[in-house]
């Protein structure tokens, strides 16, 4: 058992990793981590190379680099098998999507995960939005089309109007450049801004610092690093990880319901969740709230949809939308 990773100072892969350790320790496995050298695609190859070469059974990694790197490698060790998270086997262009029978693809419904987010902030009194995305990328625009959703959901239900600023910094690093332009949407009236990819997150803790704003992050729980952050749209990496983990070691390979094939997991697994912060941080939007709203989405008494871009929108009349390039 591999586990082939950008970093460890990355939140994410810090979760797989204690989740791979886990299972590992309960079960008798031998879990080891690769960690590529930097974060280019050829690292990832790399790595991913040097983990099927280790005699591992079953490799696991995370991110689109890596679904980029495992679209080059699938072939090359058939008697390997990979579990990738957060992406698809695919090619640099993102116009072929290739998994081999030798890989299973998990994917979170970050939308779901978003519509907790923009639910809770409107329900709070938010109604100047904002979300700041790395890369208009899949699971970044889950993100943000959920949070437009649920924004919808509450406002309907508030009677309030809501406005939605969007941008795409086409970057996962943080800038003073990017710093600022969150500092200038707060000072312009944006009350809330979510952000996603990458390290932006750090880039939002300085401007709501600097601000009074506040901010909502995803993938991991962010919480603690700002009292202004009033919340995590999270991924739980951790217990997501060892679901698969179980299923593969019982029969000792994917089955035919996971081999080459990609699941999605949300509501119905307990796989996204919203982290609040110790004490709650939403005064309107208590925890009952919380678990009611949950609840409902879980037995689909509310729906959320799936978008993969920007192009075309679900109908929010409650919410305007401004695109910022």
Same mark, same amino acid.
């Given at each position: 058992?591999?586990?082939?990773q950008?970093?460890l100072?990355?939140?994410a892969d +810090?979760?797989?990793?204690k989740?791979?350790? +886990?299972?590992?320790?309960?079960?008798?496995?031998?879990?080891?981590n690769h960690?590529?050298?930097?974060?280019?695609v050829?690292?990832?190859?790399?790595?991913l190379?040097e983990?099927?070469?280790?005699g591992?059974?079953?490799?696991v990694? @995370?991110?689109?680099?890596?679904?980029?790197a495992? &679209?080059?490698?699938q072939?090359?060790?058939p008697?390997v098998?990979?579990?990738?998270?957060d992406?698809?086997?695919?090619n640099?262009?993102?116009? =072929?999507?290739t998994?081999?029978?030798?890989?299973h693809?998990v994917? &979170?419904?970050?939308?779901?995960?978003?519509?907790?987010?923009?639910y809770?902030a409107?329900?709070d009194?938010?109604t100047?939005?904002?979300?700041?995305?790395a890369e208009?990328?899949p699971?970044?625009v889950?993100?943000?089309t959920?949070f437009?959703q649920?924004?919808?959901a509450?406002?309907e239900?508030?009677?309030?109007?809501?406005?939605?600023?969007?941008?795409?910094t086409?970057?996962?690093?943080?800038?003073?450049?990017i710093?600022?332009r969150m500092v200038? $949407?707060?000072n312009?009236?944006?009350?809330?801004?979510?952000v996603?990819g990458?390290?932006l997150?750090?880039?939002?803790?300085?401007a709501v610092?600097?601000?009074?704003?506040?901010?909502v992050t995803t993938?991991?729980d =962010?919480?603690?690093?700002?009292?202004?952050v009033?919340?995590s749209a999270?991924?739980?990496?951790?217990?997501a990880?060892?679901?698969?983990?179980?299923? &593969?070691?019982?029969n000792?390979? $994917?089955?035919?319901q996971s081999?080459?094939q990609?699941e999605k997991?949300?509501?119905?697994?307990?796989a996204v969740?919203?982290?609040?912060?110790?004490?709650?941080?939403?005064d309107? &939007?208590?925890q009952?709230?919380? @678990?009611k709203?949950?609840?409902?989405?879980? +037995?689909?008494v509310r729906?959320?949809?799936?978008?993969a871009d920007?192009?075309?929108l679900p109908?929010?009349?409650?919410v305007t939308v401004?695109?910022?390039?």
């Amino acid at each position: 058992l591999a586990a082939e990773q950008a970093s460890l100072d990355d939140g994410a892969d +810090t979760l797989l990793w204690k989740g791979i350790q +886990t299972f590992a320790g309960t079960y008798g496995y031998t879990a080891e981590n690769h960690t590529a050298a930097d974060t280019s695609v050829e690292a990832a190859e790399a790595a991913l190379r040097e983990a099927a070469e280790s005699g591992a059974a079953l490799v696991v990694c @995370r991110g689109e680099t890596m679904a980029q790197a495992l &679209f080059n490698i699938q072939n090359n060790y058939p008697g390997v098998h990979y579990l990738l998270f957060d992406g698809e086997p695919h090619n640099s262009s993102y116009t =072929n999507y290739t998994t081999e029978s030798n890989v299973h693809c998990v994917l &979170f419904q970050e939308e779901q995960a978003g519509f907790l987010a923009g639910y809770a902030a409107v329900t709070d009194g938010y109604t100047q939005l904002g979300f700041i995305g790395a890369e208009e990328i899949p699971g970044v625009v889950r993100y943000v089309t959920g949070f437009l959703q649920g924004a919808e959901a509450a406002a309907e239900l508030q009677g309030e109007d809501v406005t939605l600023q969007t941008w795409f910094t086409d970057t996962d690093e943080n800038s003073d450049a990017i710093t600022q332009r969150m500092v200038d $949407w707060y000072n312009n009236g944006t009350a809330l801004i979510m952000v996603s990819g990458g390290n932006l997150y750090e880039g939002a803790v300085s401007a709501v610092n600097q601000t009074g704003g506040k901010a909502v992050t995803t993938d991991v729980d =962010n919480t603690a690093l700002s009292d202004r952050v009033l919340a995590s749209a999270v991924k739980c990496y951790n217990a997501a990880v060892q679901r698969e983990l179980y299923s &593969f070691f019982t029969n000792g390979s $994917w089955d035919t319901q996971s081999a080459d094939q990609t699941e999605k997991v949300g509501y119905t697994t307990g796989a996204v969740a919203l982290e609040a912060g110790a004490p709650w941080r939403f005064d309107t &939007f208590t925890q009952d709230d919380y @678990r009611k709203l949950y609840e409902d989405l879980r +037995t689909s008494v509310r729906k959320v949809d799936a978008y993969a871009d920007l192009d075309t929108l679900p109908d929010t009349p409650n919410v305007t939308v401004n695109r910022t390039m």
